[in-house]
């Protein structure tokens, strides 16, 4: 592993520091939000709309503020307005689109040329090119000044997000295909094509952790409790509950066996409820904290579901298909 000779800049670690710092202590007693989906309210979700978009082989899904983003493998992307159930606009990235993330007014991509792009309002406002070949995955540091993306040349890369240039770059020993920050942002997790997940330091790019799944990771995602992240395998059936407090096998808090290959996972800022997106559909797995125990509330025949996102207050689950069909699942009691 070697981390590039610039490291990050003492403005984004004392960034990162400060969010910790701030994150990590509101988040042990924090109670369920006002108006917050209620199990019983889960398991009424159904298809409430769906509409097909002009996107050609979706890869990725991405909301704000009441409308998503589907990026695909021929580079369109198409807005969607979820309220009003109907497409809004399109644009072109200009190469094939493996990831991306609406933050504000701005939306950023990862492309399988290895380029990471910035948008805003359809225009390109940046392009960065470090990756030398496919450029797997984003995330965005809950301070919302960095950016990562990851790439099968090995490499991850942190983006100062107000200066739009490139802060650090980290090569670890393995072809990475999907990454996360942590919710207090001093960890950032990487999946390798080797089936490794691979924590490291935020500030110094330093190994901290390192969990196994055996086949190369799909998906992670971090449970806003900060000590949980769940993830899944290329091909497999299950969920893998890790907690960060623990190591070796005991890290392994829970399995959950979805029943058919798991694409997509998607945690809710309550974290009550992972929502999973594979071949067969969607499902919703509930932890309820009192009983500490798992259950199944949802289980939807959305096929060859590829993504999935929460909508406000849990109220609502985005998902988007192979064929790019956009469904909203919403309780029908409700609307």
Not at 176 to 188: E, M, N, R, V, Y
Not at 264 to 293: C, M, P
Not at 325 to 334: F, K, N, T
Request: charged share 20%; hydrophobic share 40%; with cysteine.
């Amino acid at each position: 592993m070697a981390v590039d000779d610039e490291g990050l800049p003492a403005g984004l670690i004392a960034k990162v520091e400060e969010t910790q710092a701030r994150l990590s202590k509101s988040r042990k007693k924090r109670p369920v939000p006002e108006g917050w989906a209620t199990p019983d309210d889960i398991t009424t979700f159904s298809v409430g709309a769906f509409n097909s978009l002009p996107v050609s082989q979706p890869t990725t899904l991405t909301s704000e503020g009441g409308y998503s983003a589907v990026g695909g493998l021929e580079g369109e992307v198409a807005i969607y307005s979820i309220e009003a159930h109907k497409l809004e606009r399109s644009f072109t990235v200009g190469e094939p689109v493996t990831d991306s993330i609406w933050e504000g007014s701005k939306l950023f991509f990862s492309t399988t040329k290895g380029s990471v792009k910035v948008f805003e309002n359809g225009n390109e406002l940046a392009s960065f090119t470090d990756h030398a070949g496919p450029a797997t995955g984003l995330a965005m540091h809950p301070s919302k000044a960095i950016l990562a993306s990851v790439g099968a040349d090995k490499s991850f890369v942190f983006y100062d997000l107000e200066n739009l240039q490139r802060a650090t770059r980290v090569y670890t020993n393995a072809a990475l295909t999907t990454c996360a920050f942590h919710p207090d942002g001093h960890l950032f997790a990487t999946g390798t094509d080797a089936g490794d997940i691979k924590l490291f330091m935020t500030s110094t790019g330093e190994e901290a952790a390192a969990f196994s799944l055996g086949a190369p990771i799909q998906a992670i995602v971090f449970s806003e409790n900060g000590f949980w992240f769940a993830a899944t395998a290329k091909g497999q059936t299950t969920v893998t509950i890790f907690d960060l407090r623990k190591q070796g096998d005991a890290s392994q808090a829970k399995v959950l066996d979805i029943g058919s290959a798991v694409q997509q996972l998607a945690w809710d800022y309550s974290q009550q409820f992972l929502a999973t997106a594979g071949v067969t559909g969607v499902t919703v797995q509930q932890y309820n904290k009192s009983s500490k125990s798992w259950s199944e509330p949802l289980r939807a025949a959305v096929s060859n579901a590829v993504d999935v996102v929460w909508g406000p207050n849990a109220s609502n689950l985005l998902v988007v298909n192979s064929e790019g069909v956009v469904s909203v699942l919403e309780s029908q009691e409700a609307s």
